[in-house]
């Protein structure tokens, strides 16, 4: 087995590296040399199961790693297809990704038309601070027209052969390929029970923003149903409102604990915030980013070529080897995404001696909550003061509530937006939904789930779903909306440990080697057992739970309750009146 274990390291270092330079490096030479390292690699990769398909009676074997390494193996995915369609299917994947990474658009400037605007920094920044409400909505639907309306039809192809490949692997379709490495039979249940404990707090909290955004706009630039228009929640996709911190903030003159305007007078850079963090990381006893890390990662956009600026974090499957890539701002939004980043480099060094196979979160949301987990105590106004980002720090009623809000603003807003983005894609690969309503399915779930609305109508020929880098990625997103349920059981757990009688949202577990070494036992295992273990491990539970994040906010739905009195909570929604019948 540890033969095959150095092919499968090979083989996954060259297919990384080629992918790695394609994505710091988008040209049509690099985009070719892909598209050929890829089907080498699906090639490759068929022939190891096929040679595994000899050992078909694995079941049987009596060393229960060996067993679950055949069990992990037995999956091919993606490179089932033939060699044609197999072909077809990433031709397809590589294009939608280089039309979105690459996708600019022109906004009217005092007077003149502005072009070649890029998503990072330039439009991003706009969603964040601008408070024009024409100009979000021109922003937020050039956008969409640019990058997601010519993803479209590659999608549907994209569907059609995703769908083939599934039923290649023995599955019905597309979704239960995509929630194999779950592991869990009844896991949209659970998704779905999870969501019913949250929903309350989240239409709570949807109604205390309303009314805040109602107040700033005026009534008239709010639709009557009840839902928020899109555009003025401070995100592209609505889906963390950190940046209408200053419209919603319970206490707005006190102390913004929004750190960005002190970070850039204090002249951070991207790596400063990266040293910042692996600091946090190494003061736990976690394990110190490697040389590799700092001479290969990409941490600032290049201003001399096209790159695929959406964060993420690399293994190259060799021991030594763990990159970053990222467009990193100065600001308090990116320094959370470093954490993020970070968490999973740490995850990487923490189950590098493992089998290939193991070389996996314990499920896919586990690999998304460490970073995030870290970045719940490094976000306390105590541990911004200690690091000297929050000046004249005094602890009381009104900066904690401010504090809960911005932490609200991220959290709970997120929670609709994990959950929909793949109820929506389970729903078309399932056929649950039709394909010539893809755009009504996506504003369904928008309006039922999240309460938000388009700032104008829309139609099929628009794909909007297609504008978040994660739909043309073909990166799952169900890991997120467990990433920010689980996160809170970790960081209650590790609390237990570093600050028993603190209450949660105040928790910072900085320094405590006792609290690291549970995490650092955690992620050493990678998925060399079912989650439900590793959960058991750091929690004392085997199951997911939405009571620590609920607990965590305990002081804002008090205030809540009281500033909402006067307020219909939730929305009624028809999602005729927001599209085109065309
Ligand atoms: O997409 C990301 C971060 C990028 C990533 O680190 O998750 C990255 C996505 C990706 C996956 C596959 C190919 C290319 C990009 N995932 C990884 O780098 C990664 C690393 C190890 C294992 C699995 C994924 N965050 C999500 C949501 C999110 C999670 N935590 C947050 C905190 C603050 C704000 C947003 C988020 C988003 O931006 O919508
Ligand atoms: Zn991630």
């Given at each position: 087995m540890n033969k095959l274990n150095d092919v499968l390291e090979k083989l996954n270092t060259a297919q990384v590296n080629a992918s790695w330079i394609f994505n710091t490096n988008i040209t049509n030479y690099n985009e070719e040399q892909l598209l050929k390292e890829t089907s080498k690699y699906n090639k490759e990769q068929k022939a190891i199961w096929q040679e595994i398909q000899k050992f078909s009676n694995y079941k049987q074997y009596q060393d229960p790693a060996l067993r679950r390494q055949l069990e992990k193996l037995s999956v091919l995915g993606i490179a089932a297809l033939d060699s044609n369609e197999s072909q077809k299917f990433i031709n397809i994947s590589t294009e939608m990704e280089r039309i979105y990474s690459s996708a600019s658009v022109c906004l009217p400037r005092n007077g003149s038309l502005k072009c070649g605007l890029e998503l990072e920094p330039d439009l991003s920044n706009i969603m964040a601070t601008s408070r024009d409400y024409n100009l979000l909505r021109e922003t937020w639907l050039r956008w969409r027209d640019s990058a997601g309306r010519p993803i479209r039809n590659l999608y549907l192809e994209y569907i059609r052969l995703g769908n083939k490949a599934a039923i290649k692997n023995g599955f019905k379709t597309l979704d239960d390929l995509w929630l194999f490495p779950w592991e869990t039979p009844d896991f949209k249940q659970q998704i779905e029970q999870l969501w019913q404990e949250v929903m309350p707090y989240y239409q709570k909290f949807h109604a205390y923003v309303r009314m805040k955004l109602r107040k700033f706009y005026g009534a008239e630039r709010m639709p009557n149903d009840g839902t928020i228009p899109a555009h003025i929640l401070g995100n592209m996709w609505a889906q963390s409102w950190t940046n209408i911190f200053d419209v919603v903030a319970p206490y707005p003159g006190k102390k913004s604990l929004d750190v960005s305007e002190t970070m850039r007078a204090q002249n951070y850079t991207a790596l400063r915030m990266v040293q910042l963090s692996d600091k946090f990381f190494t003061d736990l006893g976690l394990i110190p980013m490697p040389g590799p890390f700092w001479r290969e990662s990409m941490i600032n956009k290049p201003t001399d070529r096209k790159v695929v600026c959406h964060a993420s974090a690399w293994d190259f499957y060799n021991r030594k080897d763990f990159r970053i890539k990222m467009c990193t701002n100065v600001n308090m939004e990116d320094l959370i995404t470093v954490h993020h980043e970070m968490g999973h480099i740490q995850y990487y060094l923490q189950y590098k001696n493992q089998p290939v196979t193991f070389r996996?979160?314990?499920?896919p949301g586990f690999h998304e909550a460490i970073g995030d987990l870290l970045a719940l105590s490094v976000s306390t106004p105590k541990h911004l003061s200690k690091i000297n980002l929050l000046s004249d720090y005094e602890e009381d009623h009104e900066l904690t509530l401010n504090h809960q809000m911005q932490m609200a603003l991220q959290k709970v807003s997120f929670l609709p937006f994990g959950y929909l983005m793949d109820a929506w894609r389970w729903d078309l690969f399932s056929g649950k939904a039709s394909k010539n309503e893809m755009n009504r399915h996506w504003w369904m779930y928008r309006l039922k789930l999240q309460g938000v609305s388009p700032p104008v109508k829309r139609n099929e020929t628009d794909f909007d779903a297609g504008a978040k880098f994660h739909v043309p990625a073909s990166v799952e997103y169900i890991r997120y909306f467990v990433s920010f349920i689980i996160q809170f059981q970790f960081h209650k757990s590790l609390c237990d440990i570093a600050q028993p009688n603190v209450p949660l949202h105040q928790c910072d577990i900085d320094g405590n080697q006792e609290a690291g070494q549970r995490l650092a036992k955690a992620l050493a295992l990678g998925s060399s057992q079912e989650w439900p273990k590793t959960m058991e491990m750091m929690t004392g539970s085997r199951n997911m739970s939405a009571k620590p994040l609920i607990e965590y906010f305990n002081p804002l739905w008090k205030y809540i309750d009281e500033q909402i009195k006067n307020e219909n909570v939730g929305w009624n929604f028809n999602v005729n009146q927001y599209m085109e019948n065309n």
């Open positions: 996996e979160g314990a499920n």
